[in-house]
């Protein structure tokens, strides 16, 4: 028997077999071996190709053409049958996974601003069409920024107003309050006119309980320029007070100290909720503590670049977590980071 009849008997015999397993077989998993195994690069047919040198000159093209031959016919039968294949697999589907159109819709799960940042956004609203600026700084800080630069140097008994979370770096602590803020936004802007906002999450190394929290945010005011007076921080708060708390709410101003303002005074609104009568929120006070502020210290002034004989400025700090539980009447401060969803979607 020639080289040739081998072959081309070989390949008949092969193409038999390979038909026979295709028409037995179901399924796109067994579909894609059986393709491995006879159109591979490893399988009998494409093997041919590499023994046509066995055949004679002659024989070669004809068992060549045979080869190719066998191996388009197996493909053609090899799509018809993956084609079927793939109809079965839809049509199955199609019947298990029945779409029931009557099937009330669920509705999609909306998510919410943390109530802190809407509060924030509705301070800076608000600072913002007074004319204010964000000026936004880090929160990990120098203790010369923190303490030093704001009047408060090493030792110095105003120094326990704040339990510090110090980092292992000599001199570097996370901030305890946002008043860093103003020596960089002094330091930046000097000699020019400032009016910022400066927000921020502030740390302090606190035992926590329902109105402590280690963690929390501040936002500060900060003015500077020239003839700047107590009688513009206080129009200034006044106004924030009104168009946050509502037109006509009134004020009071209390003397109180602070390391870097020099007056330093508390303002207190009067309560919204029993409107000055009287009430558990305002403690039957009548009033409700909103914000620290004062004229900035003129040591402060220097620190930033500003010549306190020409230049006066006021800065207010306030804490938004305080005012939402104020509004919202939320007794404990150490729900704003328990991530407690309950809590988070009320608001
Ligand atoms: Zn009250």
Not at 52 to 57: G, H, M, T
């Amino acid at each position: 028997m020639s080289e040739k009849n081998t072959l081309i008997q070989e390949l008949e015999t092969l193409q038999a077999k390979a038909e026979a397993k295709l028409a037995s077989l179901s399924g796109e998993v067994a579909l894609a071996k059986w393709k491995t195994e006879y159109l591979g690069k490893a399988s009998p047919v494409m093997q041919v190709f590499k023994r046509l040198p066995e055949a004679s000159k002659e024989e070669r093209s004809q068992i060549g053409q045979f080869a190719n031959q066998v191996k388009t016919v197996l493909e053609q039968s090899f799509e018809l049958k993956a084609e079927t294949a793939r109809q079965a697999t839809l049509a199955e589907a199609l019947k298990s996974e029945q779409l029931d159109v009557t099937l009330p819709g669920r509705a999609p799960l909306n998510g919410r601003l943390h109530i802190t940042t809407q509060t924030l956004r509705e301070i800076y609203r608000i600072f913002a069409e007074m004319g204010f600026q964000i000026y936004r700084s880090p929160e990990v800080e120098s203790d010369e920024n923190n303490f030093e630069l704001l009047n408060i140097p090493p030792h110095h008994p105003a120094r326990d107003l704040w339990d510090t979370f110090f980092t292992k770096k000599e001199g570097v602590l996370l901030r305890t309050h946002t008043s860093p803020g103003q020596v960089r936004a002094k330091r930046e802007f000097a000699s020019e006119p400032i009016r910022v906002v400066l927000p921020g999450m502030c740390y302090r190394y606190e035992q926590t309980d329902a109105s402590h929290e280690f963690q929390f945010n501040q936002v500060e005011l900060l003015v500077v320029g020239k003839h700047i007076t107590f009688a513009n921080l206080k129009g200034t708060l006044q106004e924030f007070a009104e168009r946050m708390y509502g037109k006509g709410v009134r004020t009071r101003i209390r003397p109180s100290y602070f390391p870097f303002v020099e007056p330093g005074a508390e303002m207190d609104v009067e309560c919204f909720v029993c409107s000055g009568k009287g009430c558990p929120v305002c403690k039957q006070r009548g009033w409700l503590e909103i914000l620290g502020c004062g004229m900035v210290h003129p040591v402060v002034l220097k620190n930033g670049g500003y010549d306190p004989k020409v230049y006066s400025g006021f800065a207010a700090g306030l804490g938004p977590e305080r005012i939402s539980m104020l509004r919202y009447h939320i007794d404990d401060i150490r729900n704003f980071w328990a991530n407690d969803v309950r809590f988070l979607e009320q608001f």
